[in-house]
């Protein structure tokens, strides 16, 4: 078990201590409203504190050699491994994740930290040929120095792990500001996870505060030269401004509104069972969830029907219950707004083939037919358990319908030809996108981000060396060189 299970205390510079605001974090389980702690809130004060333990410890990871940093990082997946049953419990009662999402969240970021324990020995550098005679030029890889990383509600385990096991692996301190709702879950395990690793003091902090009294100073604090953040683009887009003025870089991945495209020739059950899973997965609360299902006419009817079969089946209710499919949504704001969604577009002609009715922060799996691209339903990011389904008419139709909106991160397309799907996905404007399959896909070897609104920069793989490091230029002249006219004897 974890040497250090104080999950109501800050963890700075390796110790466990009292957040200097007087403001304090409730953390509520958002299915039945319980109380599970409350944390004393960081202060201005702690987060600089954080800043310049990382930047301190950092100096000496820098040059640790790379079979140490890779020993942590592996000792780091064995603790999580060992401690997977806790790490679900806290999942379920703090995100309300159901246990199949847990489990799934879990062992998707230990490949994540598997991937990341390999970076060590893949800081390369190049020699490179100069146009000057007798020099040599040589490309050094280097850390950053320190990564600040703000995680999200959502996945908040494994979207805060990737960027900060991605940024200790390549020699970089972290401060993490974990999301309110989710302080345990999106920063606080990891303390007691590297701890019992034996990350040294410093490298790793972790702060949870409120926005509102330290949201701007962790992306202006000058320590940081990275900003990582996933969340909405609304926020995004703030960080990306403060950061840009201070001249930092960002990561940025950023919301969704994903398609799913139907065309007639596709293997109707597969797409159906692909849909499913794509939307109501974790409740529609992931980044990636399908937001519209575009559906040709002439399989629209036949799409429908069947979805709507498959979409009854579902068990909604208590997380903690393993057959559980559909948990709640993170909070009553939440479900508000997607209610609000709903009601809009059954005004604008929307209809409501199942569902559109919630009891508390559990919002019943919903579809609407008859959207059309205007509809709020379908021009929001969901974020939540509700379907709608757009008919089309032709491939150059669909791909309008797609890149109308400004999001670009996720997507699908159904055919029975390779050919032809592969043909439409060409054309649609988004990071990431899967032939017969759903949106909801992160391989940790493979290039995650998004495109317009959806964000800035690539998770996983040799794409986060790239943002997670800098190179150097160093030249060496092996032979006196010879600057010609400008330096003559006289």
Not at 253 to 277: H, K, T
Not at 301 to 313: G, L, P, T, W
Request: hydrophobic share 40%; charged share 25%; net charge negative.
């Amino acid at each position: 078990m974890f040497m250090n299970t104080q999950f109501d205390k800050l963890f700075i510079n390796g110790e466990w201590i009292d957040g200097g605001s007087e403001n304090t974090i409730p953390n509520q389980n958002p299915f039945d409203h319980t109380e599970i702690g409350s944390i004393q809130a960081a202060s201005k004060e702690d987060l600089d504190k954080a800043y310049q333990s990382a930047q301190e410890a950092q100096k000496s990871w820098a040059n640790e050699l790379p079979q140490t940093k890779r020993s942590i990082m592996e000792k780091a997946v064995s603790v999580v491994e060992e401690n997977k049953d806790l790490i679900i419990e806290w999942l379920i009662k703090e995100s309300g994740s159901t246990y199949m999402k847990a489990a799934g969240e879990v062992t998707v970021s230990i490949n994540s930290m598997k991937e990341a324990a390999t970076y060590p020995y893949r800081m390369e550098g190049k020699i490179l040929p100069s146009q000057v005679p007798g020099k040599e030029n040589r490309v050094y890889r280097a850390p950053l120095g320190v990564v600040g990383i703000i995680s999200p509600w959502n996945f908040p385990f494994h979207l805060a792990v990737r960027s900060i096991a991605t940024a200790l692996a390549t020699g970089n301190g972290v401060v993490v500001k974990p999301a309110t709702h989710t302080p345990v879950t999106g920063g606080l395990l990891f303390a007691s996870i590297f701890e019992e690793a034996g990350l040294p003091k410093g490298l790793l902090n972790v702060v949870v505060g409120k926005g509102s009294e330290i949201g701007d100073d962790i992306v202006t604090h000058p320590i940081p030269r990275l900003i990582s953040f996933t969340g909405s683009t609304e926020v995004g887009r703030r960080i990306g401004e403060l950061a840009g003025k201070n001249l930092k870089k960002t990561a940025l991945e950023l919301g969704g509104n994903n398609v799913f495209i139907v065309l007639d020739d596709a293997d109707l059950d597969q797409a159906v069972e692909s849909a499913l899973f794509g939307k109501f997965y974790h409740q529609g609360q992931i980044c990636m969830s399908i937001n519209r299902i575009m559906v040709q006419q002439g399989m629209y009817d036949k799409f429908v029907d069947a979805f709507v079969s498959r979409v009854k089946e579902l068990q909604v209710g208590d997380p903690s219950d393993k057959k559980t499919q559909i948990g709640p949504l993170i909070d009553q704001n939440q479900v508000d707004r997607i209610l609000k969604d709903i009601e809009s577009s059954k005004e604008m002609g929307a209809e409501v083939a199942l569902g559109g009715n919630a009891e508390k922060n559990l919002l019943y799996p919903t579809v609407l037919t008859h959207v059309t691209n205007s509809m709020p339903i379908a021009k929001n990011e969901i974020f939540g358990p509700v379907a709608a389904i757009i008919p089309f008419d032709s491939e150059e139709e669909v791909v309008g319908l797609a890149n109308e909106h400004p999001y670009g991160l996720s997507g699908a397309v159904h055919s029975s030809s390779i050919e032809r799907a592969t043909n439409v996905a060409h054309q649609v404007e988004t990071g990431m996108i899967h032939i017969n399959d759903e949106p909801v896909n992160d391989e940790p070897h493979m290039p995650f981000g998004g495109e317009k609104d959806s964000g800035l920069g690539r998770f996983n793989g040799e794409w986060a060396l790239e943002e997670f490091t800098t190179v150097k230029w160093v030249a060496v002249q092996h032979k006196r060189r010879d600057y010609g006219p400008f330096i003559e004897k006289r």
